[in-house]
């Protein structure tokens, strides 16, 4: 395959038209000086070493080492050859709570904003691990299949809200059996599901699927977030707060008592999130202690830099601009090949 690494710099061919009209304007002004001063025959005779074509031709020389230089500029390369690699580490699928409770702000700056964080440094501390990234609230769907991409699960964890779930209320269940079906089939891998939520279990069930993925060797830890005496969420505008259908401002609240349930159903553990990074380090502790497998993943290598290739022939282009001189070489006029018509006939 074939791309160019910093195409931008095509841009730069935007000036060869430039280029080719000042090149015609100077050829004009210059034969209309010569014009100016006599005749064109008589010139020629003053002046028998001037050529009319080697100008020309070290122009167009440089043309194409320009053109050379910009193709040269945006680094063209070849490369991603598949392979598959064999690397040693856990997998981690992490469901994440977007509902709209997890807007409250009784952990700075809010508790979904908290979340992505936690998120985000946990994938930082993955090397040769694979982690998979799944959203719920109502419904659960995955935001990214189980991967060795870091980058690409941090671009997709950027883009998560609540308005990607159109189905409000929080159903663990449905996060923690769509989590177990995330996994690949190697065996003897240590596998793990993170669930970061506020506990607000709208929906039954989460208990016994937690129990079920544990059967399956997959441990269920649990990240509590937000403050166990609630908080109210914020509004779609600015200073208000969501309220029931009585008009009363809605309080959420951390049930801590449904989060640690899950966690010994899952035989995993329970972290309480509130605004230092103490969660964050126990649950690395956690995780440090699966046990890791060698896991084959399918890798592309890196593209191959081609602009070697660009560069010989832009120096041997230059350094023929170089030994062509503008005018004929007198030396050469003693051969019989490079004499004039008039020359041969004396």
Request: proline fraction near 6%.
């Given at each position: 395959?074939?791309?160019?690494?910093?195409?931008?710099?095509?841009?730069?061919?935007?000036?060869?038209?430039?280029?080719?009209?000042?090149?015609?304007?100077?050829?004009?002004?210059?034969?209309?000086?010569?014009?100016?001063?006599?005749?064109?025959?008589?010139?020629?005779?003053?002046?028998?070493?001037?050529?009319?074509?080697?100008?020309?031709?070290?122009?167009?020389?440089?043309?194409?080492?320009?053109?050379?230089?910009?193709?040269?500029?945006?680094?063209?390369?070849?490369g991603a050859k598949q392979e598959?690699?064999?690397?040693?580490?856990?997998?981690?699928?992490?469901?994440?709570?977007?509902?709209?409770?997890?807007?409250?702000?009784?952990?700075?700056?809010n508790r979904l904003e908290k979340s992505k964080r936690i998120i985000s440094n946990l994938v930082d501390q993955f090397k040769d691990d694979k982690v998979g990234l799944i959203v719920f609230a109502g419904d659960a769907f995955v935001q990214l299949p189980i991967t060795s991409d870091f980058i690409s699960a941090k671009v997709f964890l950027n883009t998560i809200n609540p308005g990607l779930i159109n189905r409000q209320g929080t159903d663990i269940k449905a996060a923690i059996e769509l989590a177990s079906r995330s996994f690949t089939p190697h065996e003897g891998v240590g596998k793990a599901i993170i669930v970061i939520t506020d506990g607000e279990n709208h929906e039954g069930g989460a208990v016994e699927a937690a129990q079920a993925a544990?059967?399956?060797?997959?441990?269920?830890?649990?990240?509590?977030?937000?403050?166990?005496?609630?908080?109210?969420?914020?509004?779609?505008?600015?200073?208000?707060?969501?309220?029931?259908?009585?008009?009363?401002?809605?309080?959420?609240?951390?049930?801590?008592?449904m989060c640690r349930q899950i966690a010994a159903a899952g035989k995993g553990a329970y972290f309480y999130v509130d605004n230092s990074n103490a969660a964050e380090k126990a649950l690395q502790k956690e995780i440090d202690k699966l046990a890791k497998a060698d896991v084959e993943t399918t890798v592309y290598t890196e593209y191959d830099e081609q602009f070697s290739i660009i560069a010989w022939i832009i120096l041997v282009i230059l350094l023929l601009e170089i030994f062509i001189c503008e005018s004929r070489n007198p030396r050469l006029r003693s051969f019989s090949l490079f004499k004039s018509e008039e020359e041969k006939g004396k």
């Open positions: 395959m074939f791309k160019l690494e910093s195409p931008e710099y095509l841009y730069l061919l935007a000036l060869l038209p430039v280029l080719v009209a000042l090149h015609i304007f100077s050829n004009i002004r210059r034969r209309r000086k010569l014009a100016a001063y006599g005749d064109a025959e008589l010139l020629s005779r003053l002046m028998p070493d001037a050529s009319t074509t080697r100008p020309g031709l070290k122009f167009w020389l440089l043309f194409a080492a320009y053109t050379l230089c910009c193709f040269l500029l945006a680094r063209p390369q070849f598959t690699v064999t690397r040693k580490g856990i997998e981690t699928v992490i469901a994440l709570d977007i509902s709209n409770s997890m807007l409250a702000d009784d952990v700075a700056p544990a059967e399956k060797g997959y441990l269920v830890y649990v990240m509590g977030v937000g403050l166990p005496s609630g908080s109210p969420i914020p509004g779609e505008r600015s200073g208000e707060f969501r309220k029931d259908r009585d008009g009363n401002v809605v309080i959420t609240k951390l049930n801590e008592e």
